[in-house]
């Protein structure tokens, strides 16, 4: 069965440290997609990233940076310096090659940074 | 690039009354749409996976009477919320597969539905 878990509740930072957020996922495909959505105040979903599961190669965006390691399971997401403008919910999601694009999203991490 | 518009934005209504909420693909063609729903402080779980030109696919649990869901073309899906009741009171989202593939998907702004 699939299923993505994201342990941390709620994290608060104080501006400018490093923060990363953890994402560990289960799933018997071996070709799958893994997600990364911020949700601000608004509501609305924003896309940062996605990795298919043959790419283990990390990626840095900005600020923003994600190790995928196949041998734990793990797709952890790093925003470095961060900002007050990253407070927000974070998603991390995940979907199986044959689900029709069905979208299995973990209980999110609440970040805050204050000033 | 391809957006998903959802209407309205927020609604209130009574209970026991009907809420329809509609999602638009605004620039690109949408066979499938899916439906979630968002508890305050909780994560987006999948309700139903619309489909154009046929009924549409229900997550166990989710009651299809209920929540009446039509995909009326491949621009349009709707759905309605029959005999609403506080407990429905949620964020509604809905999405459409990326036209770029790769289980990315496209998603709505969300409704909020409020039922007094």
């Known amino acids: 069965a699939q299923k993505v878990t994201q342990a941390q509740t709620e994290i608060s930072v104080v501006e400018k440290e490093d923060v990363t957020l953890d994402c560990v996922y289960e799933t018997r495909d071996t070709t799958y997609y893994l997600f990364w959505y911020k949700q601000p105040p608004s509501g609305e979903l924003v896309f940062l990233i996605r990795?298919?599961?043959?790419?283990?190669q990390n990626e840095i965006s900005g600020r923003y940076s994600w190790n995928f390691q196949k041998s734990t399971s793990s797709f952890n997401f790093t925003i470095t310096a961060s900002q007050v403008v990253d407070s927000a919910v974070y998603f991390c999601?995940?979907?199986?090659?044959?689900?029709?694009?069905?979208?299995?999203f973990g209980s999110g991490t609440r970040l805050l940074v204050r000033p | 690039g391809a957006v998903v518009s959802q209407h309205p934005s927020w609604v209130i209504c009574k209970s026991g009354t009907s809420v329809k909420i509609e999602c638009r693909s605004l620039?690109?063609?949408?066979?499938?749409m899916f439906w979630y729903r968002q508890f305050p402080k909780q994560s987006l779980m999948l309700m139903a996976t619309?489909?154009?030109?046929?009924?549409?696919?229900?997550e166990q649990g989710v009651e299809k009477d209920k929540f009446l869901i039509n995909h009326a073309s491949l621009t349009l899906s709707t759905l309605t919320v029959t005999s609403a009741h506080p407990e429905d009171s949620s964020f509604y989202i809905c999405?459409?597969?990326?036209?770029?593939?790769?289980?990315?998907?496209?998603f709505g702004p969300g409704t909020r539905l409020t039922v007094l």
């Open positions: 999601a995940l979907s199986e090659m044959d689900s029709s694009y069905k979208l299995i």
């Open positions: 990795r298919n599961s043959f790419d283990e």
């Open positions: 999405s459409a597969p990326s036209v770029e593939g790769a289980h990315t998907q496209y």
């Open positions: 619309s489909n154009e030109g046929s009924k549409a696919t229900y």
């Open positions: 620039d690109f063609q949408a066979t499938t």
